[in-house]
């Protein structure tokens, strides 16, 4: 079959000229402009005294939403021009220049939120129930609520613009230490230094010596950035901490808790039906080394294949197998894997100098999106490339919202985007040409459970120990690989060989600063999207336009109320939990009986 698709994407019709656009530059001028009227604008503004007075503010919300969407557009081209070449050291100056920009609108948007919060409670029921309000209303009263346990807007402000070179800088930081991390590969009697998405490609190979070998260069080579890493994670915890100290905040769940619009009762909840019902993956985790000749897994045979070869799916092939599967459930959704396709809308090459993993980023301007991953052929890229594209499905459906209505936590976004990769998943297990295929493919499925139930379990537990040793002081290289082991040893309930210490160092969400504790809302997405796929299953072709209705509320409600509403189910009790983990049991069972014979 020819290639007769682009895997690099175009940037072109979003900013001609990369990062020497003379447009963006003009952009961002603009952009810093209005920032500053409106900074005189807000700085001037008393609450409204009366009903008949918050009509005034309609003009500021529409120029708030403008102003918040521009950034929107800003963040995303700069990010996608930083993932595509770690070397261009300009995206690096935009992305602080767009920082900077930021700050001082946070310091707008921290004054704006302060008149909402100093607005008297009958005269902020009247302004919410105003017909050009309504729409908005779940976000402002939000925005209200949270303003209410900050510091002052003045002591906001002056935090956020010290984060530029404080917070920030230390989260950019890091990607300096990433672009520099080379890791020693040897390939037919040939040393080759590979970058960290080059290597992370392999950790997963099918060679049990090539993946030892690498898993051992890629610990050698976090364990010569150790001091880097380490001093990056312990200081952007400082800042955090620091500022939660100042607002009063003494939970360090409480901030991404807030952000992704869940309440404590329902994370406590899913993880401890997670935790009740880890022994069958466990099981699972030993036929695989039976499968696998091994005593006992180590970490990097875990999402290892269990095949002896794995075949490879051309570009072209998924895209097609994506669109086809989409379409099964959804015209609307296929025809916007279609034309993300069809008009370059996907980084997907496989080459040097891009960063690890992958992302879906939004241009809201444009109404459009980019994708961001290194595909190498695996079903677990196919997968990959379904996952963001489902992202990318989720933001379409919102593009008519108000930008104030668009603002989905990542709990959420997960969901979305899971349930794309679930539909893939479960199309290539049925398509698989014999049974020995179908063992593959069922088991590169159950990995995703691993990986969510465990893998992300182990990043919660090291993220919680680590904040809480972290108010005592600096912790050392060696103390953060420590409490990394003993996390993964827990959420593992002790079953692998070994482990990866420096997993910490070598995991770009730990230095994230947009999302605190970016782990637990993977898991939600997971489970939450796997309820949401069984009952898609159960209702056919017709779940299609609730799911859309479903998406449509993410950006205006808890987790718990769009669940309630949409699902009929109370996420703080541990039904609807229980019932999506038997979901990916059931998967464990029937992968555990195809594969007895096969150890007997």
Not at 35 to 41: A, I, M, S, Y
Not at 192 to 221: F, H, I, V, Y
Request: proline letters at 3%.
């Amino acid at each position: 079959m020819s290639n007769r698709l682009r895997q690099t994407w175009d940037l072109e019709t979003v900013f001609p000229g990369g990062s020497a656009s003379a447009e963006f530059d003009t952009f961002l001028k603009k952009l810093a402009a209005d920032v500053e009227g409106l900074q005189q604008r807000v700085g001037g503004l008393q609450p409204p005294a009366s009903a008949e007075q918050t009509a005034a503010f309609d003009p500021l919300f529409v120029d708030v939403q403008d102003v918040s969407a521009r950034f929107r557009q800003a963040g995303a081209f700069v990010s996608c021009l930083s993932a595509q070449d770690q070397n261009d050291q300009k995206a690096g100056q935009l992305s602080a220049r767009v920082g900077s920009i930021r700050a001082r609108w946070q310091s707008v948007v921290a004054t704006f939120d302060s008149v909402l919060q100093n607005t008297q409670d009958a005269v902020w029921t009247e302004w919410m129930e105003r017909e050009t309000v309504a729409p908005v209303a779940f976000n402002l009263s939000e925005s209200r609520s949270q303003a209410r346990e900050k510091m002052t807007p003045e002591l906001e402000s002056l935090a956020l613009s010290l984060s530029v070179d404080g917070y920030q800088g230390w989260s950019s930081f890091y990607n300096t230490i990433v672009r520099h991390v080379r890791v020693k590969s040897e390939e037919n009697g040939e040393i080759k230094q590979l970058s960290a998405a080059q290597a992370a490609n392999k950790l997963g190979s099918t060679d049990p010596k090539q993946r030892e070998d690498m898993g051992r260069s890629w610990e050698q080579a976090w364990t010569d950035v150790e001091d880097y890493c380490a001093d990056t994670l312990n200081h952007l915890a400082g800042f955090r901490l620091s500022l939660y100290e100042k607002r009063g905040w003494e939970n360090v769940l409480r901030e991404p808790l807030e952000i992704n619009r869940m309440s404590a009762r329902t994370l406590d909840t899913m993880w401890q039906v997670i935790t009740d019902n880890k022994p069958i993956f466990v099981e699972y985790l030993k036929r695989k080394a039976q499968l696998l000749n091994v005593e006992r897994l180590g970490w990097h045979d875990v999402d290892a294949p269990i095949g002896a070869s794995e075949s490879k799916i051309e570009y072209d092939d998924a895209a097609d197998l994506i669109v086809e599967q989409f379409r099964s459930f959804s015209p609307r959704m296929a025809d916007f894997a279609q034309r993300a396709f069809d008009h370059n809308w996907i980084e997907a090459e496989d080459r040097a100098g891009k960063r690890p993993g992958g992302f879906c980023t939004a241009l809201p301007l444009t109404k459009e999106t980019r994708i961001f991953m290194t595909y190498s052929g695996t079903a677990s890229n196919v997968s990959t490339l379904a996952h963001e594209l489902g992202h990318g499905y989720h933001q379409h459906v919102m593009d008519e919202l108000p930008t104030f209505s668009q603002r989905y936590a990542m709990n959420v976004a997960e969901t979305a985007s899971t349930f794309a990769e679930m539909i893939v998943a479960d199309s290539l297990v049925r398509k698989a040409a014999d049974e020995e295929e179908r063992i593959v493919l069922l088991e590169d499925k159950i990995q995703r459970s691993i990986a969510f139930f465990m893998n992300i379990h182990a990043r919660f537990l090291f993220e919680t120990r680590f904040y809480e040793q972290r108010r005592a002081g600096l912790l050392t290289p060696q103390d953060l690989s420590e409490l990394m082991t003993q996390a993964q040893e827990e959420a593992f309930c002790g079953v692998l060989g070994d482990y990866h210490p420096h997993f910490w160092a070598s995991k770009l969400h730990f230095y994230n600063t947009g999302v605190p504790f970016y782990n637990f809302p993977y898991t939600f997405g997971y489970l939450f999207s796997t309820g949401i796929y069984a009952q898609a299953q159960r209702e056919g072709s017709g779940f299609a336009d609730k799911y859309d209705a479903l998406l449509l509320d993410t950006g205006r409600m808890t987790v718990e109320q769009l669940a309630s509403k949409h699902l009929g189910v109370d996420l703080t009790q541990p039904d609807f939990w229980q019932a999506a983990i038997d979901v990916s049991a059931a998967d464990v069972r029937t992968f555990l009986d195809m594969t007895e014979a096969k150890v007997l």
